[in-house]
């Protein structure tokens, strides 16, 4: 979407920049506030950040750049089907009546992918269509993902990386993460 503003002349690259910089995130993103977008990120097609920091700006993306969103038109059909995909994804109940419209709506968003930005198109764009058969073997995604443990897993690689403790990382990774669960659960 971001591309395609700045190809339309909407917004350039530093404009996008700033705009990032200087909006105001509320208290309940304010932890997963997403670093800055820079030109090179863009011309990349990586827009760097934790999975968390990502959905963060993935939803607040039409509030952050609401003057330019409505005349994005190719990009902005593939994110409402985005978003109501992850809407039901990240759903903590799923009926079985909803399958079919959700099959539909992953189809959907394949066909536009394909039909609008074929060049970056990635594997993850066939995996969503697998969704509804997965849901509705397994139940709601939310039971079998691994969010919680990615987060678990970075905080321990950063951990790792600074403490240089190569005699018994593992008792120094564990010591450290039950000291910070204990100043956590004090507060």
Not at 153 to 169: M, Q, T, V
Request: hydrophobic share 40%; with cysteine.
């Amino acid at each position: 979407m971001l591309k395609e503003a700045s190809a339309k002349r909407l917004m350039t690259y530093d404009q996008i920049e700033q705009r990032m910089n200087i909006f105001n995130y509320g208290i309940n993103d304010q932890n997963n506030k997403p670093p800055s977008i820079r030109a090179k990120h863009l011309t990349n097609n990586h827009i760097v950040g934790s999975a968390s920091q990502k959905i963060c700006l993935f939803k607040l993306m039409p509030i952050i750049f609401y003057d330019v969103i409505d005349q994005l038109t190719n990009t902005m059909d593939i994110y409402t089907c985005l978003r109501e995909i992850i809407s039901y994804t990240y759903s903590t109940r799923f009926r079985k009546s909803w399958l079919p419209y959700f099959k539909t709506l992953t189809i959907r968003f394949q066909s536009l992918m394909v039909y609008y930005l074929p060049n970056v198109i990635t594997s993850k764009v066939h995996f969503v269509t697998e969704y509804p058969r997965v849901i509705d073997a397994n139940g709601p995604a939310t039971r079998f993902w691994c969010m919680r443990f990615k987060g678990k897993h970075l905080y321990f690689k950063k951990l790792a990386i600074r403490s240089c403790s190569f005699k018994n990382p593992a008792f120094t990774l564990v010591k450290r993460h039950q000291l910070r669960e204990c100043l956590m659960l004090s507060n």
